[in-house]
């Protein structure tokens, strides 16, 4: 598939049939595994990229660090692929509208864009800044719009359902074609916001959210795994080399290591 067949592709996957599960890289590697693996499409995570090469999450990695992972993700995988771009990394439309387009350049066809602490006003001319970058390249990207009411503790209760459905409205009118919604776990919150949400919902998967299959059933249309990957891949990591540098024990450390993908005839098509 061509770019634009992967872009109207990865839109088809959030029209009805089965929910999106998409798992989040952060490098070539990680992205092929999970392509490999059977995604049906594979997601880049903000912060995991951040942290796997030495910056904060939150609009601090340089962005030509970034058209670099999604190029180098993109070119390992046949699966479409849509790159966390956090705010932007700008509040600057033009500059958002350049990054926009190198984002895509670099072979992604979907971006999630977060409002986090900003006005909903502001985001939502991000957001259709981003609309007319994305249009004037020729490949119908995604944009998926995240709204940070509940993940950052905007407001609670009724306040904050009401406040994430007017700015699901907002970002919609932008050129939003779908709605991301981190925070909540609770079936019952879900429910309501997938039914009174018109665009295709995204939630975030995380300790106590319910499984893809309950989620489906309640109207979400895509779950996306977050760090998570990251963090089941360095966590164990931390322990096996403070194993190994404490017993200095290398046959403990390689077999930790077995069942290892290969790699090396995976990237020279072998």
């Not at 049939?17 to 952060?26: K, M, Q, S, T």
């Not at 990695?61 to 956090?86: G, K, N, S």
């Not at 387009?101 to 971006?111: K, N, S």
């Not at 007017?166 to 909540?184: K, L, M, N, S, T």
């Amino acid at each position: 598939m061509d770019q634009k067949q992967k872009a109207e592709a990865f839109k088809a996957l959030h029209r009805g049939g089965e929910i999106l599960v998409l798992p989040n890289a952060w490098d070539a590697a990680s992205a092929a595994l999970m392509a490999d693996a059977g995604a049906k499409a594979v997601a880049t995570s903000s912060a995991a990229v951040a942290w796997a090469h030495g910056y904060p999450d939150g609009d601090a990695l340089p962005t030509e660090i970034l058209f670099r992972a999604i190029a180098e993700a993109a070119r390992v995988v046949d699966v479409p692929l849509t790159a966390d771009i956090e705010g932007g990394y700008t509040d600057d439309l033009t500059e958002l509208a350049e990054t926009v387009r190198r984002v895509i350049e670099a072979g992604a066809v979907g971006i999630n864009l977060e409002d986090g602490k900003r006005d909903a006003g502001l985001h939502e001319r991000k957001v259709e800044a981003a609309r007319k970058a994305a249009d004037a390249t020729g490949v119908p990207l995604f944009i998926n719009a995240r709204i940070d009411v509940y993940l950052k503790g905007l407001a609670e209760g009724q306040a904050a359902f009401r406040e994430t459905l007017a700015r699901a409205e907002r970002y919609q009118a932008a050129g939003a074609d779908g709605i991301f919604v981190p925070g909540p776990s609770d079936e019952d919150l879900i429910g309501r916001l997938a039914g009174e949400i018109r665009l295709p919902l995204n939630i975030m998967g995380w300790l106590g959210v319910p499984k893809a299959e309950r989620l489906q059933a309640l109207g979400v249309r895509r779950v996306s795994s977050a760090t998570n990957p990251f963090r089941a891949a360095y966590a164990p990591l931390m322990r096996a080399v403070e194993a190994f540098l404490a017993s200095g024990d290398a046959d403990a450390l390689a077999r930790l290591g077995e069942g290892f993908p290969n790699f090396n005839k995976r990237f020279t098509g072998g």
